[in-house]
T-cell receptor, first 117, second 114 residues
Framework: DGGITQSPKYLFRKEGQNVTLSCEQN?????MYWYRQDPGQGLRLIYY???????QKGDIAEGYSVSREKKESFPLTVTSAQKNPTAFYLC????????????????FGAGSRLTVL | AQSVTQPDIHITVSEGASLELRCNYS??????LFWYVQSPGQGLQLLLK??????LVQGIKGFEAEFKRSQSSFNLRKPSVHWSDAAEYFC????????????FGTGTRLKVLA
């Protein structure tokens, strides 16, 4: 079945360390996204990518970096510059130019929980 | 500014009772509208969506939602709640073209009493 795989499910980081969260999709979607979820704040967009080798900052990009070297993959690096990185991170993808039932719908992975020690 | 408001942070209902979760949005034009559900520690699953046409849309798990343009609302309903419906529910909007900027509400956490 097609879907989005995020890894690891749980990640612990010491202050000052960079960590990378993996996101892989086999839905053949052009667009991929990273969201951060904190209790009571809904989902906030970190970065999104419309196409390979292109990405744009979202609302809270500071302290994060991404790459999109392959259509299937959109890893997120949480750098030491992110002052409060403890959160639940969600990767998603969509087919914004498609037609049919799944077009323009975000599909989510199961999430990665990052805790700073 | 574009925004989505879910005025109820928590809702508690008894199993078998009806449910309505509210969602209001502020947007320049009629956006695409979505409801998602999230179980603890999991990703979000699409319940239903509205793009155009019939303003009453049916989704999975027996949920439905009604788009009311005059009230800028997209409320989610279920006639009879099951204990397994306990979760957090998110309303979201997106522009009808070049859909990349999805805006989410802060969520409503549903508790179901046996």
């Amino acid at each position: 079945d097609g879907g989005i795989t995020q890894s690891p499910k749980y990640l612990f980081r010491k202050e000052g360390q960079n960590v990378t969260l993996s996101c892989e999709q086999n839905l053949n979607h052009d667009a991929m996204y990273w969201y951060r979820q904190d209790p009571g704040q809904g989902l906030r967009l970190i970065y999104y990518s419309q196409i390979v080798n292109d990405f744009q900052k979202g609302d809270i990009a500071e302290g994060y970096s991404v790459s999109r070297e392959k259509k299937e993959s959109f890893p997120l690096t949480v750098t030491s510059a992110q002052k409060n990185p403890t959160a639940f991170y969600l990767c998603a993808s969509s087919n914004p130019r498609g037609v049919g039932e799944g077009a323009n719908v975000l599909t989510f992975g199961a999430g990665s929980r990052l805790t700073v020690l | 500014a574009q925004s989505v408001t879910q005025p109820d942070i928590h809702i508690t209902v008894s199993e078998g009772a009806s449910l309505e979760l509210r969602c209001n949005y502020s947007y320049g034009a009629t956006p695409y509208l979505f409801w998602y559900v999230q179980s603890p520690g999991q990703g979000l699953q699409l319940l239903l969506k509205y793009f155009s046409g019939d303003t009453l849309v049916q989704g999975i798990k027996g949920f439905e939602a009604e788009f009311k343009r005059s009230q800028s609302s997209f409320n989610l309903r279920k006639p009879s709640v099951h204990w397994s419906d306990a979760a957090e529910y998110f309303c979201a909007v997106a522009p009808p073209s070049g859909t990349y900027k999805y805006i989410f509400g802060t969520g409503t956490r549903l508790k179901v009493l046996a």
